[in-house]
């Protein structure tokens, strides 16, 4: 895969190569030579002697060994091109810029494959085909600009999408983020996304290795792959952003549970990046601002001081991190009277702490020394300072660069005037420093990093489940949705509690099972998949004459098979599922039932296996949580007992990963008890693997 050829080559053919630099083999050949590429160079020109004062040869059977090939020719021409380079020259690093491969028809994929297998009969590493490039501060192997900083310390970046990678970098650019490397993996016929994140993580190195990691993805094709490296990753101390696109399903999918209709794909993704600590980005410019977060120090507190000297910004920063459930504390006391002296007449200490338009660097400084040293209830400081553009102000940047050395707190710089005060700005940048020139932007970016969980443990620790009797049941299952009875037996193998129940065929077995279950009873059909739009549940049936009656009407119900009788009970209506996602595993979901689920749609996902953090994070970040907690006085919902029945439902999916839809829906919640009511669960057979 990812060799030391493909990251610093000492010598580079550049097949394709021309003296027209609007071509890709043009223009990448002209990168290489700007980025002042210390190795040997060629080209491969079938009509010239020298391009672009590079030594040309007429065919790769002529040149002599070389570590990387860029290749910008027809697709039909490459795999032999690739063949003699491999075989015959030693190459061991690819990278195709060429479309026309699989991303085109049949035939171009029959092509890719064949360089595959050639190069990786050699051990040799591909980027591409069909994509802009790699980059890193050994050489300019792509065929686009812009070509940002190189720094081994900057932004490590893979891309799916080559566009996609040079409109991020130009977010980026601006705000003075530089980077270490730039992936653009194309159709990733060798190296996808997954695998430059894994190559990151087993060459990690903690002195050497860049901290902070971006991805831009399409496709996420080996979801434990990308899992398991990016929380080890951030186990070791990187930060990782990445957007994946195509969030939206167009259209509706038939789906026969609740759990079906919510759990999508892109549901998985979001519980994916959760249990990883991946920050979800949506946009290029929320990447850019979370990636430049991440170079600062990191913040321990959500205590946020906002400094400026322009009142507009700092009230749209304060909704901003407000809105983002972060805290803009009040400040005041002795120490904020002494700060508020060294200040002109007008200024404000009592956060936002306005030091006015005529503030000057002096003042600022005071401001940060408070901040730092007075004020224990600030965690990271906020700093807008733009200009009118009356006079410059390399003073006040200056000062704030010095400050952001040696403060322990963050210090997050805004600087708005990026037409005023373009040259101050671009000094700054220089010193290696990074602007926020949106404080809206900033505040929603940072509240996103400061509220993504960290990784979830590499070990989790299940309950205990009845194993054997789980697949006793499920071996002998046929496909589709389990009897009654089985999924009695699966419930309880898993210890989750549930009401007693009995299944009835006959008018006086219902009357039976109703007297000794204890009257009031509910009763559903056995059969149907959606009971309530065919009538077919009753509730608070009190006395044995109704229970006749309505077992006579419902038994009748088409597709009825039997009536499940329970007894009558109360509490808030609760919701905990799972569903099979391809590639992914199960997600696992909970929230509030019933109507809830219906209208509001307030569930949150996790991947199995779960644990009790990433359970109990499920429940209390949901919009409803403050029903289950108990609000103005009604009763609250037992946590612990629900957050057990999410993780148990996690350990019976990784027994059982047959089981390809579930809900239990409703559960009754009290302040005692959390009790399973009704449950349906589906499974499927066919591509399970164990």
Same mark, same amino acid.
């Given at each position: 895969?990812?060799?030391?050829?493909?990251?610093?080559?000492?010598?580079?053919?550049?097949?394709?190569?021309?003296?027209? *630099?609007?071509?890709?083999?043009?223009?990448?050949?002209?990168?290489?030579?700007?980025?002042?590429?210390?190795?040997?160079?060629?080209?491969? $020109?079938?009509?010239?002697?020298?391009?672009?004062?590079?030594?040309?040869?007429?065919?790769?059977?002529?040149?002599?060994?070389?570590?990387?090939?860029?290749?910008?020719?027809?697709?039909?021409?490459?795999? %032999?091109?690739?063949?003699?380079?491999?075989?015959?020259?030693?190459?061991?690093?690819?990278?195709?810029?060429?479309?026309?491969?699989?991303?085109?028809?049949?035939?171009?994929?029959?092509?890719?494959?064949?360089?595959?297998?050639?190069?990786?009969?050699?051990?040799?590493?591909?980027?591409?085909?069909?994509?802009?490039?790699?980059?890193?501060?050994?050489?300019?192997?792509?065929?686009?600009?812009?070509?940002?900083?190189?720094?081994?310390?900057?932004?490590?970046?893979?891309?799916?999408?080559?566009?996609?990678?040079?409109?991020?970098?130009?977010?980026?650019?601006?705000?003075?983020?530089?980077?270490?490397?730039?992936?653009?993996?194309?159709?990733?016929?060798?190296?996808?996304? %997954?695998?430059?994140?894994?190559?990151?993580?087993?060459?990690?190195?903690?002195?050497?290795?860049?901290?902070?990691?971006?991805?831009?993805?399409?496709? /996420?094709?080996?979801?434990?792959?990308?899992?398991?490296?990016?929380?080890?990753?951030?186990?070791?101390?990187?930060?990782?952003?990445?957007?994946?696109?195509?969030?939206?399903?167009?259209?509706?999918?038939?789906?026969?549970?609740?759990?079906?209709?919510?759990?999508?794909?892109?549901?998985?993704?979001?519980?994916?990046?959760?249990?990883?600590?991946?920050?979800?980005?949506?946009?290029?410019?929320?990447?850019?601002?979370?990636?430049? /977060?991440?170079?600062?120090?990191?913040?321990?507190?959500?205590?946020?001081? *906002?400094?400026?000297?322009?009142?507009?910004?700092?009230?749209?920063?304060?909704?901003?991190?407000?809105?983002?459930?972060?805290?803009?504390?009040?400040?005041?006391?002795?120490?904020?009277?002494?700060?508020?002296?060294?200040?002109?007449?007008?200024?404000?200490?009592?956060?936002?702490?306005?030091?006015?338009?005529?503030?000057?660097?002096?003042?600022?400084?005071?401001?940060?020394?408070?901040?730092?040293?007075?004020?224990? $209830?600030?965690?990271?400081?906020?700093?807008?300072?733009?200009?009118?553009?009356?006079?410059?102000?390399?003073?006040?940047? @200056?000062?704030?660069?010095?400050?952001?050395?040696?403060?322990?707190?963050?210090?997050?710089?805004?600087?708005?005037? /990026?037409?005023?005060?373009?040259?101050?700005?671009?000094?700054?940048?220089?010193?290696?420093?990074?602007?926020?020139?949106?404080?809206?932007?900033?505040?929603?970016?940072?509240?996103?990093?400061?509220?993504?969980?960290?990784?979830?443990?590499?070990? *989790?620790?299940?309950?205990?489940?009845?194993?054997?009797?789980?697949?006793?049941?499920?071996?002998?299952?046929?496909?589709?949705?389990?009897?009654?009875?089985?999924?009695?037996?699966?419930?309880?193998?898993?210890?989750?509690?549930?009401?007693?129940?009995?299944?009835?065929?006959?008018?006086?077995?219902?009357?039976?099972?109703?007297?000794?279950?204890?009257?009031?009873?509910?009763?559903?059909?056995?059969?149907?998949?959606?009971?309530?739009?065919?009538?077919?549940?009753?509730?608070?049936?009190?006395?044995?004459?109704?229970?006749?009656?309505?077992?006579?009407?419902?038994?009748?119900?088409?597709?009825?098979?039997?009536?499940?009788?329970?007894?009558?009970?109360?509490?808030?209506?609760?919701?905990?599922?799972?569903?099979?996602?391809?590639?992914?595993?199960?997600?696992?979901?909970?929230?509030?039932?019933?109507?809830?689920?219906?209208?509001?749609?307030?569930?949150?996902?996790?991947?199995?296996?779960?644990?009790?953090?990433?359970?109990?994070?499920?429940?209390?970040?949901?919009?409803?949580?403050?029903?289950?907690?108990?609000?103005?006085?009604?009763?609250?919902?037992?946590?612990?007992?629900?957050?057990?029945?999410?993780?148990?439902?996690?350990?019976?999916?990784?027994?059982?990963?047959? *089981?390809?839809?579930?809900?239990?829906?409703?559960?009754?919640?009290?302040? @005692?008890?959390?009790?399973?009511?009704?449950?349906? /669960?589906?499974?499927?057979?066919?591509?399970?693997?164990?």
């Amino acid at each position: 895969m990812i060799n030391e050829q493909l990251l610093n080559p000492k010598s580079i053919v550049v097949v394709g190569g021309s003296d027209n *630099i609007q071509s890709p083999g043009g223009k990448v050949l002209k990168n290489l030579i700007d980025g002042k590429y210390q190795g040997n160079l060629y080209v491969i $020109n079938l009509k010239q002697d020298s391009v672009q004062g590079v030594k040309a040869y007429k065919n790769a059977s002529d040149l002599p060994q070389v570590d990387l090939a860029i290749i910008a020719i027809a697709a039909k021409f490459c795999p %032999e091109t690739v063949d003699i380079l491999a075989k015959q020259k030693n190459t061991r690093a690819f990278i195709i810029l060429s479309a026309g491969f699989s991303e085109e028809n049949e035939e171009g994929a029959k092509l890719e494959k064949q360089i595959v297998d050639t190069i990786n009969s050699v051990k040799g590493s591909l980027i591409g085909p069909n994509c802009v490039g790699f980059l890193n501060s050994n050489y300019n192997g792509i065929f686009t600009t812009p070509i940002p900083k190189l720094d081994p310390m900057g932004v490590d970046f893979a891309s799916g999408s080559g566009a996609t990678a040079v409109f991020i970098m130009e977010a980026s650019m601006p705000k003075g983020l530089q980077f270490s490397s730039v992936y653009s993996v194309g159709n990733s016929a060798q190296i996808g996304v %997954e695998e430059v994140v894994k190559f990151w993580d087993e060459s990690y190195d903690s002195s050497t290795s860049s901290n902070v990691k971006l991805l831009y993805i399409e496709s /996420i094709n080996k979801p434990q792959m990308l899992l398991k490296h990016a929380a080890s990753l951030i186990r070791k101390g990187c930060k990782i952003a990445a957007i994946k696109s195509g969030s939206s399903e167009a259209g509706s999918r038939a789906a026969s549970s609740h759990t079906g209709a919510l759990a999508s794909s892109d549901v998985a993704v979001n519980a994916l990046f959760r249990k990883a600590g991946i920050v979800r980005c949506y946009g290029r410019e929320e990447l850019a601002s979370v990636a430049s /977060i991440f170079m600062h120090k990191e913040l321990k507190g959500k205590n946020i001081a *906002i400094i400026t000297h322009a009142g507009g910004p700092a009230v749209m920063l304060t909704d901003s991190l407000s809105n983002g459930k972060l805290n803009i504390p009040h400040i005041s006391g002795k120490k904020s009277e002494e700060l508020l002296c060294k200040l002109f007449p007008g200024s404000s200490v009592a956060n936002p702490i306005d030091f006015l338009a005529t503030g000057t660097a002096e003042q600022l400084g005071h401001i940060i020394d408070a901040c730092e040293n007075d004020f224990d $209830n600030v965690d990271a400081m906020a700093v807008i300072f733009g200009s009118p553009g009356l006079f410059a102000v390399y003073d006040v940047y @200056d000062l704030l660069d010095e400050k952001m050395k040696s403060c322990k707190k963050p210090i997050y710089p805004i600087l708005p005037s /990026i037409i005023n005060v373009k040259d101050e700005i671009e000094h700054f940048l220089n010193k290696g420093r990074i602007n926020f020139p949106d404080e809206v932007v900033f505040g929603n970016a940072l509240s996103k990093v400061y509220h993504t969980p960290k990784p979830q443990n590499e070990k *989790i620790e299940l309950p205990i489940i009845d194993k054997a009797k789980t697949r006793n049941i499920i071996d002998n299952a046929p496909n589709g949705y389990l009897s009654p009875k089985d999924i009695q037996g699966l419930l309880d193998g898993a210890g989750i509690p549930r009401a007693g129940e009995a299944v009835v065929t006959t008018k006086e077995q219902a009357i039976e099972s109703a007297q000794k279950l204890g009257l009031p009873v509910v009763m559903k059909v056995v059969g149907p998949v959606h009971k309530s739009d065919v009538g077919g549940v009753v509730l608070n049936v009190k006395d044995t004459e109704i229970v006749a009656k309505e077992f006579d009407r419902m038994i009748k119900i088409k597709d009825t098979t039997a009536i499940l009788i329970q007894p009558m009970l109360s509490g808030v209506e609760l919701f905990v599922g799972a569903k099979r996602e391809e590639k992914f595993g199960h997600m696992v979901l909970c929230g509030l039932g019933g109507i809830f689920i219906e209208v509001l749609k307030d569930v949150n996902a996790g991947l199995a296996p779960l644990s009790q953090d990433e359970a109990n994070d499920m429940i209390k970040n949901l919009k409803g949580y403050g029903i289950i907690k108990g609000t103005r006085g009604q009763e609250p919902i037992n946590e612990e007992i629900l957050r057990d029945i999410v993780v148990r439902i996690s350990a019976l999916v990784t027994v059982a990963p047959e *089981i390809f839809e579930m809900d239990l829906n409703p559960l009754l919640g009290k302040s @005692d008890k959390v009790v399973a009511v009704d449950a349906r /669960i589906r499974i499927e057979k066919d591509n399970v693997k164990f």
